[in-house]
């Protein structure tokens, strides 16, 4: 499982304001502290499930599958938001605590429910009139609580009762309902009980609580979840009672999933504590090799591994993790044999590409290094805004004595990270490196544009 730190501001400019720059630019001195970075989540397995169990909802919804990503990032808050038409955004929290596929299809409903109801482009041209008649200090706040973390919004705008904010949350909880709507229509017709999105809703509930908070309900981005709950059962008791099968092969993929996603990021000896040491199955024996690995206990994160891969050997990814075990514990050549292996399954899976090619460079000889530029520009085709990708392609390019290909590359990466300036400073000198008129060199000026400009706006 890899791991990328982008600025957070820069990601929501990046994804959703860039055609209003000029109203993003203004917002960002802004920013609360608390908003620097944010940590996104590449793991083959991981979005791969979420691809399969959304299917049924994009089916129903009538978008093809290949239109849409989930994007998961790294937050110990339950969040799920959209901030255009073809990505849906994860908290890590939130996919551990949806404990059925079925709730976790009612939130992807809920967020597809958006983008087929055009809320996107009318918030953005909401906040546009907005901008005429409001400060800029509520519109920072409007813009970060209804794109990214909603409490964050809510610090930066409360006190103020300005009838645009009153108006703007008025506008935005209309929104929640109207997807509430959709949601459970999509439910029931990708044959999902609908009552899963109830389930969800008592998830916010228990947090509202937590939360304890002191909030008109006129003063919010998003209605009371009492609220919505029981619009949503109303909808539901109309609708009458429907029998519904799960799918047992999804059931399985989502507890994988879980028990994947939830041993990386929790304390090794959290995730131990909690295992029966008398378990053999799957589910306890990836867990358990996964919390080992990280300890570290190599040792008995291998003799676990053997016994993972004994129950289904032909398992790409637990190729993919025996191999990123050896070469974390300083054995490229191992894990090459592995990531080739687990490429073979499934190729053109970037992720694995990665991986292969980090391997190579390990090997540190020009042979290998060649090998691995081969795996990276094939990986960059599928997936050209990895960070991680660009950092290793720069790094390849560096070390076969291209430094105008490297700079240009450590540029793009900067550039998709939100760092401007650092990557005006390597375009300036791909641009300089590069052979003129190519398609490399007119890369590099378009970033080096772009970057500059933002930089003398913000």
């Known amino acids: 499982m890899v791991l990328y730190k982008i600025n957070k501001l820069a990601f929501i400019r990046n994804k959703l304001f860039l055609s209003i720059l000029g109203l993003v630019l203004s917002v960002n001195i802004f920013t609360p502290n608390k908003l620097t970075a944010l940590t996104i989540i590449k793991d083959a397995e991981i979005s791969n499930t979420l691809k399969k169990i959304s299917e049924p909802i994009y089916k129903a919804a009538q978008i093809n599958p290949d239109q849409i990503s989930i994007i998961l990032i790294q937050n110990n808050e339950m969040n799920a938001f959209v901030i255009n038409n073809k990505s849906i955004y994860?908290?890590?929290?939130?996919?551990l605590q949806l404990k059925s596929p079925a709730?976790?299809?009612?939130?992807?409903?809920?967020e597809v429910a958006h983008i087929q109801s055009g809320h996107i482009l009318r918030n953005r041209l909401n906040l546009g009139k907005l901008k005429a008649r409001t400060d800029l200090g509520l519109l920072?706040?409007?813009?970060?609580?209804?794109?990214?973390?909603?409490?964050?919004?809510?610090a930066v705008t409360i006190g103020s009762k300005s009838l645009a904010q009153k108006n703007y949350f008025k506008h935005s909880r209309g929104n929640e309902i109207t997807a509430d709507a959709i949601s459970l229509k999509l439910l029931?017709?990708?044959?999902?009980?609908?009552?899963?999105?109830?389930?969800?809703?008592?998830?916010?509930?228990?947090?509202?609580?937590?939360?304890?908070?002191?909030l008109n309900k006129y003063d919010r981005t998003h209605p009371l979840s009492n609220d919505r709950k029981k619009y949503m059962n109303?909808?539901?008791?109309?609708?009458?009672?429907?029998?519904?099968?799960?799918?047992?092969?999804?059931?399985?993929?989502h507890k994988r999933m879980l028990a994947k996603l939830s041993a990386f990021l929790r304390e090794p000896k959290d995730t131990l504590r909690q295992i029966k040491t008398d378990e053999v199955n799957e589910i306890t024996l990836l867990k358990k090799t996964i919390a080992l690995h990280l300890k570290p206990d190599p040792t008995n994160a291998f003799i676990n591994l053997k016994k993972l891969r004994n129950l289904n050997p032909d398992d790409p990814y637990f190729l993919e993790l025996e191999g990123q075990m050896y070469l974390?514990?300083?054995?490229?050549?191992?894990?090459?044999?592995?990531?080739?292996?687990?490429?073979?399954?499934?190729?053109?899976?970037?992720?694995?590409?990665?991986?292969?090619?980090?391997c190579y460079l390990a090997a540190e000889n020009e042979k290998n290094d060649l090998e691995a530029l081969e795996v990276f520009k094939s990986?960059?085709?599928?997936?050209?805004v990895n960070p991680k990708l660009l950092q290793y392609l720069?790094?390849?390019?560096a070390r076969l004595n291209h430094p105008g290909l490297a700079s240009l590359f450590t540029a793009e990466r900067f550039f998709i990270a939100g760092e401007f300036k650092s990557a005006e400073s390597h375009a300036k000198k791909a641009e300089r490196l590069l052979e003129k008129s190519t398609v490399e060199w007119q890369k590099a000026q378009d970033i080096l544009h772009i970057s500059s400009y933002i930089g003398e706006n913000n």
């Open 90 to 95: 994860f908290t890590t929290e939130l996919l």
């Open 103 to 110: 709730m976790l299809q009612a939130v992807i409903a809920h």
């Open 140 to 154: 920072a706040g409007i813009l970060i609580g209804s794109t990214f973390d909603t409490d964050a919004g809510l």
């Open 188 to 214: 029931t017709e990708a044959q999902i009980n609908p009552t899963s999105a109830v389930k969800v809703m008592d998830l916010f509930l228990q947090q509202e609580k937590l939360l304890n908070s002191n």
């Open 234 to 253: 109303d909808i539901i008791k109309k609708n009458g009672e429907v029998n519904y099968s799960s799918d047992d092969n999804i059931v399985y993929l």
């Open 328 to 358: 974390e514990t300083g054995q490229p050549m191992r894990a090459t044999n592995s990531f080739k292996e687990a490429s073979k399954l499934i190729p053109d899976e970037p992720t694995l590409l990665v991986w292969l090619g980090i």
């Open 379 to 384: 990986a960059y085709i599928i997936d050209p």
């Open 394 to 397: 720069a790094l390849t390019y």
